[in-house]
């Protein structure tokens, strides 16, 4: 409402309201206020009730006058069951002119809700001897500031991160309980996502777990990681790689996450080796649909455990993660094996998924006259006649397209030595291949110079949120299929003769045992138990132009997969019918998690995967936004806008795995600022060590 509006005026509308007047144009006319105020008066009252909630807030404000607004916001959801967000709490109390000032004042010196979550939120990125705690019991009651320092030490970070954690799950799971009671469906909404399909639901109850993005420990002594679902890849191993550990499954997208890994499926180059991403986790927090915390691993809650990966969410909300870590090198020594047919490249790829010396495999199908087999082995020794190769510098080559280079004209094998960040994230410039579509797109020449000027926008981060805000992937093929080794030939040559998509991506895969909701097939090998090992296809690569005939090319590969006993990732555009679906997974088990974990109040897979082909012809045609962006090339410039204004590329310019070409030259530069978060100033304090 706005703070116009004479306090005695408001109380008497709302009165009126309460009774049941229903009437804007009398109220409006008996009172000076506005139809869009009395709206807005309406909205409130039939969304947070009566008016006697403030005083509530005035009273909580009196008890604790330090409160955060998101402890407000909690106190309000578990009190009196309404939620209330910050911004209408915030509004509400300037309203009354009740400061932040005058609640310090009331404070007095002490403030450690403010300190805790300085601490938790920024210092567990720095090492312990590049930190000094201030010793609040020798503030001045002056000044307020601090005149004794003492260090600080990883067990106090890990306190402090793991109460704020705490805190976080405790807001949401409070939110599901609200929802549960009321028996209400919710989403879960998570900040970031490298799904391809376009969300056709906006207004709706949602549950926003995107705070959770926090690194709480990595543990060089038991070999772990302790972090929140929203941690990206890339934040992950620049942390591991500082104790010299790493995961044993990295995806290769810098952005995706450990809980989209987990909830999802993830499954790289080491998979293979170690399974799917949801292999080398030990256990999980989730947040059951009625609100419960409960713990999840192979002992403890086991069945859900196991259920919840590759469910994307609809068996709980998974808020922490501990996971594996192994042994980190300098190197990866990879070695390229290229072919002149693809059943050599096929037996090829099957015979070095067997071989466990080795660490990474996978390959690229370029043509049907050219294949090459990568494979990746862990090392600290690099010959002194070769040069380490890097693939994040915009000077550098995009992977693949070096890759090719370097295979096209001989059948032998070449050995490159690429360091261990830059081969896990040797696909983020151009995102495989598919950043080659925006110069296809955009009628852009593709050529070193205008990969290098265009390079910010051109790193995977940039490219989903283009993807997504430009409504392009409606029209983009975007899929993984797992299939056994037995059938992936034919099934590439039907991609071949239906798509004409170049090049594809091979990865071997260590199979998850059954039931589950990842890709499989239940054959296996000779001993009676393990499962035999599939091959993923990456197809990407723009569809037909036409809706109807891009939906029906897609029904038509889903079919095919079908046929070829191989089953599509879920991650994107899915046309199965329910019954079909469930087809492919064993739904009796799935629906006993959700009924025995309350999860019945989440939308199920099938509802979160499915794409409807109806409603987004229908959300086309009531948007004339949606509708103008299938018009070349309104919808590329507007993802590129959106992709500036997110900001992303600092990402890519910032991050610290990168290999500076200062330190190619043997220069190694360890800058550090350090931040002091206090109630007073932010103290600020950068130190260079030139090695």
């Known amino acids: 409402m706005p703070p116009t509006t004479p306090a005695p005026i408001r109380a008497i509308i709302q009165h009126e309201i309460e009774l049941g007047y229903t009437n804007n144009a009398i109220l409006a006319g008996g009172y000076p206020v506005s139809l869009r105020t009395l709206e807005r008066m309406r909205y409130s009252h039939r969304r947070y009730g009566l008016v006697f909630i403030w005083n509530e807030i005035l ?15 909690y106190f309000l959801l578990d009190e009196f069951d309404v939620i209330v967000d910050e911004a209408t709490i915030s509004r509400s109390l300037r309203r009354i002119n009740y400061s932040r000032k005058k609640t310090q004042r009331i404070a007095a010196q002490r403030n450690t809700d403010l300190r805790n979550r300085g601490l938790a939120n920024r210092l567990p990125h720095w090492r312990t001897d590049q930190l000094v705690f201030l010793d609040e019991s020798a503030a001045c009651e002056r000044t307020g500031m601090w005149r004794q320092w003492c260090q600080v030490d990883n067990s106090c970070l890990f306190e402090f991160a793991l109460k704020n954690h705490k805190n976080a799950v405790q807001r949401i799971a409070a939110s599901v309980r609200h929802y549960f009671k009321r028996r209400e469906p919710f989403r879960i909404y998570h900040g970031s996502t490298n799904s391809t399909r376009q969300a056709m639901q906006r207004h709706q109850n949602m549950v926003d777990i995107s705070p959770l993005s926090r690194i709480l420990k990595v543990d060089p002594n038991a070999r772990t990681a302790l ?18 550990l790493i995961p044993p499954v990295v995806m290769e997208f810098p952005g995706i996450t450990a809980g989209g890994g987990f909830a999802g ?4 180059s080491s998979s293979f080796k170690y399974g799917f991403f949801n292999e080398t986790v030990n256990s999980v927090e989730i947040v059951l649909g009625n609100g419960e915390v409960i713990t999840a691993s192979k002992k403890e809650n086991s069945d859900l455990f196991h259920g919840v990966s590759g469910a994307v969410g609809s068996l709980g909300i998974t808020t922490l993660l501990e996971i594996q870590l192994m042994q980190a090198k300098k190197y990866v020594k990879a070695t390229y094996h290229p072919f002149r047919s693809i059943p050599e490249v096929i037996e090829k790829l099957r015979a070095e998924a067997q071989n466990s010396e080795l660490d990474y495999v996978d390959g690229i199908l370029f043509s049907k006259g050219h294949g090459v087999v990568i494979t990746g082995h862990l090392t600290n020794d690099i010959p002194d006649c070769s040069l380490a190769q890097s693939f994040s510098d915009a000077n550098d080559p995009w992977y693949y397209l070096h890759v090719k280079e370097k295979t096209l004209r001989s059948l032998k094998p070449g050995v490159e030595y690429i360091p261990l960040s830059e081969y896990l994230f040797r696909y983020d410039r151009g995102g495989f291949w598919v950043g080659a579509s925006a110069f ?4 852009v020449p593709f050529n070193q110079v205008t990969r290098w000027l265009l390079d910010d926008f051109l790193h995977t981060r940039m490219l989903y949120r283009a993807l997504y805000a430009s409504e392009q992937s409606r029209n983009y093929i975007v899929q993984d299929l797992a299939l056994p080794f037995s059938t992936v030939e034919k099934f590439i040559d039907y991609t071949i003769d239906s798509f004409g998509i170049w090049p594809l991506w091979l990865c071997p895969l260590r199979q998850t045992r059954l039931p589950t909701l990842h890709p499989h097939f239940p054959e296996a090998e000779v001993d009676g138990q393990t499962l035999k090992p599939m091959l993923n296809v990456g197809l990407w690569g723009f569809g037909p132009a036409q809706r109807d005939i891009f939906v029906a090319k897609n029904r038509e590969l889903e079919r095919k997969i079908r046929d070829f006993r191989g089953m599509k990732w879920l991650y994107a555009h899915t046309y199965y019918k329910e019954d079909e679906f469930w087809d492919m997974f064993d739904r009796q088990w799935y629906n006993g998690l959700r009924r025995k974990y309350n999860a019945e109040s989440l939308p199920s897979i099938w509802h979160k995967v499915k794409v409807d082909p109806d409603a987004q012809r229908q959300a086309v045609n009531e948007s004339w936004s949606s509708w103008a962006l299938q018009f070349w090339p309104l919808g590329g410039m507007w993802g590129i806008r959106k992709a500036i204004e997110s900001g992303e590329y600092h990402i890519a310019r910032n991050s610290t795995w990168r290999t500076r070409k200062s330190q190619s030259k043997g220069r190694c530069a360890d800058d550090v600022t350090l931040e002091f978060f206090l109630p007073q100033a932010v103290f600020a304090y950068k130190r260079r060590n030139l090695k």
Do not use: I, W
Not at 227 to 244: A, F, H, Q
Not at 440 to 443: G, I
């Open 265 to 268: 499926t993830g499954g790289e």
């Open 440 to 443: 296809e797109y955009f009628k």
């Open 227 to 244: 972090v929140e679902p929203n941690v990206p890849m890339d934040r992950l191993v620049e942390s591991t790689l500082k104790c010299n």
């Open 59 to 73: 009273a909580y404000l009196e008890q604790r006058p330090t409160a955060y607004l998101d402890e407000m916001a």
